[in-house]
């Protein structure tokens, strides 16, 4: 089954099946690969869904794995990474303007990231070579960025800056944010499976971030400086060289219509940025993914909720391997209505079957 663009929608065909096998390969070929994968909740639904909403958090530790790489972002591990949000933390100081300080962050990263243009997937395809990286090892994010060596001026590609994009923006509290990954082809375009053949790309990934109550579309990797919006006919088109390309995610559209439901840390409109550590998200160990929650039935269909001091009706269950499960549902806090996910060991003692 061919990649199709039909109704407004990407169907991936058979290119998801075959990731999704590559995937299981490599998992059974390196076990501590999935245990890294599996290790939060962000980095187990962007393998599984390609995609981040606006409530999920990148921690340190998150990875992600590719057919080049097991992309880790780590600011403990990882010092350029460490270097480069202190350096973003700095360049927004006395920036109280929101839109200002989205588009600043989105311009560093694609600076350090070796810029825009053709030159950079080269530039990315090089580095690989020269890391010599086995495959499964892991690929820090700072490895990508400039000055990682000498003369070296950085080589992330979509998914890097993509997802540097959230993490910065949800470490520094300048936006909420999401991460999509999908296709960007021309605007007549049908089949996509075709059009990856003759041109060698379609595959992308891009943010939608929250700006004074509206979805905007931020392409870090192609248009780092400018918020895109729907068009008349409901599209989101990028324009190059006089030509027309139009995002599409797996599950239809652009991403940009994504339901806001915020995380209990939600930056919404208020962006206050400040010199204080405070203010950043580094509390994200994994010994509190599940702090509040354990379940509760043998049918597992309720989770009970210390934050609300309820018993909740769990929306979706999914048995993650390594000992744990992976717990979705609703809880209503403050008159709002919160999606929540928490990870619970097998081994908790108030889990109960």
């Known amino acids: 089954m061919e990649s199709l663009i039909s109704d407004g929608r990407y169907t991936p065909g058979k290119m998801k099946q075959i990731r999704d096998k590559a995937a299981g390969k490599l998992f059974l070929q390196r076990p501590s690969v999935k245990q890294k994968v599996m290790k939060s909740p962000a980095s187990y639904k962007w393998q599984q869904e390609g995609r981040l909403d606006f409530q999920d958090r990148i921690c340190d ?11 880790v972002l780590d600011a403990e591990e990882d010092w350029r990474l460490r270097d480069f949000v202190e350096e973003v933390k700095v360049a927004l100081l006395g920036v109280q303007d929101q839109y200002k300080a989205i588009l600043l962050v989105s311009d560093m990263i694609q600076k350090t990231l070796g810029g825009l243009g053709s030159k950079v997937q080269d530039a990315f395809q090089k580095r690989i070579q020269d890391l010599k990286l086995p495959q499964g090892d892991s ?14 001026m950085g080589s992330g590609m979509c998914r890097h800056r993509c997802l540097l994009f959230k993490y910065l923006a949800q470490r520094l509290k300048v936006c909420d944010c999401a991460a999509i990954t999908g ?9 996509v ?6 041109n060698g790309f ?14 905007y579309l931020l392409d870090v990797m192609n248009m780092p400086k400018q918020l895109q ?5 409901e599209k989101v088109q990028m324009k190059v060289h006089g030509e027309s390309y139009v995002y599409y995610r797996y599950d239809g559209g652009s ?16 962006f206050e940025p400040s010199g204080s550590s405070e203010d950043l998200e580094t509390d994200c160990s994994e010994d509190q993914l599940d702090p509040n929650c354990f379940l509760e039935q043998d049918e597992v269909s309720e989770v009970f909720c210390r934050t609300t001091g309820r018993t909740e009706p769990v929306v979706e269950l999914h048995t993650v ?29 108030a889990l109960r079957r």
């Open 61 to 71: 530790g998150f990875a992600a794995r590719y057919s080049k790489e097991l992309l």
């Open 139 to 152: 690929l820090y994010i700072g490895e990508l960025m400039a000055g990682a060596q000498a003369g070296y």
């Open 183 to 191: 296709v960007i082809v021309p605007n007549d375009c049908q089949n």
């Open 193 to 198: 499976s075709k059009f990856r053949k003759e």
């Open 202 to 215: 379609a595959d992308h990934a891009w943010n939608i971030v929250r700006l004074e109550g509206r979805n």
């Open 229 to 233: 919006s729907l068009n008349s006919a």
């Open 255 to 270: 991403g940009i219509s994504l339901a806001y439901t915020p995380g209990e840390d939600a930056t919404g409109d208020a």
């Open 321 to 349: 391997d390594l000992g744990r499960v992976l717990v979705e549902f609703d809880m209503v806090k403050s008159g709002r209505r919160w999606q929540a996910r928490k990870l619970v060991p097998e081994t908790h003692p």
